[in-house]
């Protein structure tokens, strides 16, 4: 058993391991971290058997230090191998998603690593 197959059995209260347990997601807001590191916010619409996921209205937290930039993405496929974890209706700061946030910066594209 994979380590996202684990947290999305816990997280989700489904008693289905692995993608199966996807389906009690479907529609709802998910925050994947992957093993990569980046992590994306999005609701989740699609799902197959190998835990690969699509997300739609998506974007991808990216921090430097204390500061951090969502940046929309839109459309996601996340592959299922570099998934490490799926969080279903994630509890977020609600300081971080305030607009007027003083550390939220908005980064020029050219800023912006590519990954």
């Known amino acids: 058993m994979t380590q996202a ?5 816990a997280v989700c209260g489904s008693c289905e391991a692995g993608p199966a347990g996807f ?3 479907v529609g709802q807001p998910v925050l994947i971290v992957t093993a990569a590191g980046p992590q994306y916010f999005g609701v989740l619409t699609h799902y197959d058997g ?5 997300l739609k209205d998506t974007a991808q937290r990216i921090t430097n230090g ?7 993405l839109g459309w996601v496929l996340v592959r299922g191998d ?21 550390k939220r910066i ?3 594209l050219e800023d912006i690593p590519a990954q």
Not at 84 to 96: E, I, R, T, Y
């Open 106 to 108: 908005f980064p020029a």
């Open 66 to 72: 204390t500061s951090y930039a969502d940046v929309p």
């Open 23 to 25: 389906k009690h997601a």
């Open 82 to 102: 570099d998934m490490s974890a799926l969080l279903v209706d994630p509890v977020v700061n609600p300081v971080l998603q305030k607009e007027d946030d003083p």
């Open 5 to 9: 197959n684990f947290l999305m059995t």
């Open 50 to 54: 190998f835990g690969n996921v699509l």
